[in-house]
């Protein structure tokens, strides 16, 4: 694995893929199943299941594990202790691995530190979740998600600023740190292109 910085303590099992330049640090397992792309961090005491693809350039804070089901798209930022789910109604006496929930996060995405994702949810392009905050169902590209259980309360820019635009209506707003314009229309956000 050229390229690639795994820890002593870590343990990566036979059949794991992982790009190059990725890190991963102290006491992290990943399972043979999984894929890692290029450039991730892996911070310590991560743990990556089988069926997990995880994109370019994502960053995975302490304490997060990645569960079977759970796909990150590139740029993905996992802030520390935040939890997935890939079980609904878990139940120790009761076997439910074939009731797994997909779980998708697209790119961009910023997963802030002891949020919880509830399995079954797509998290949108460049949105932003809130620390501590509970996500139970999808999340609109942009969206600025805080509580319990979470609630739109804004849009964020992919700089990862909140945008001057109201929840819904039509607007268009100029973040000020890219000069990128944003419009709002139809209840959804989307870059545009100059």
């Known amino acids: ?29 990943v399972c043979s199943g999984a894929k890692i792309g290029r450039s991730c961090s892996l911070g310590q005491n991560v743990f990556v299941g089988n069926r997990v693809v995880i994109g370019d350039n994502c960053k995975i804070q302490n304490n997060v594990s990645v569960y079977d089901n759970v796909t990150l798209e590139d740029d993905v930022f996992c802030g520390p202790s935040m939890v997935f789910t890939n079980v609904y109604n878990p139940r120790s006496a009761i076997t439910r691995k074939d009731e797994y929930r997909d779980t998708l996060v697209k790119t961009g995405a910023t997963l802030g530190a002891n949020c919880t994702i509830v399995c079954g949810v797509t998290i949108g392009r460049y949105a932003f979740v809130g620390a501590g905050a509970v996500i139970q169902s999808d999340v609109p590209d942009y969206a600025l998600m805080v509580g319990v259980p979470a609630r739109q309360i804004g849009w964020m820019s992919e700089f990862g600023e909140r945008l001057d635009l109201p929840l819904s209506g039509d607007a268009k707003t100029v973040c000020p740190h890219q000069q990128v314009t944003y419009r709002l229309s139809g209840g959804q956000v989307s870059k545009v292109n100059s």
Do not use: K, L, P
């Not at 694995?1 to 992290?28: E, K, L, N, P």
């Open 1 to 29: 694995m050229a390229d690639i910085t795994i820890h002593a303590s870590a343990i990566v099992d036979d059949g794991a893929q992982i790009g190059a330049g990725s890190r991963i640090w102290h006491f992290v397992h």
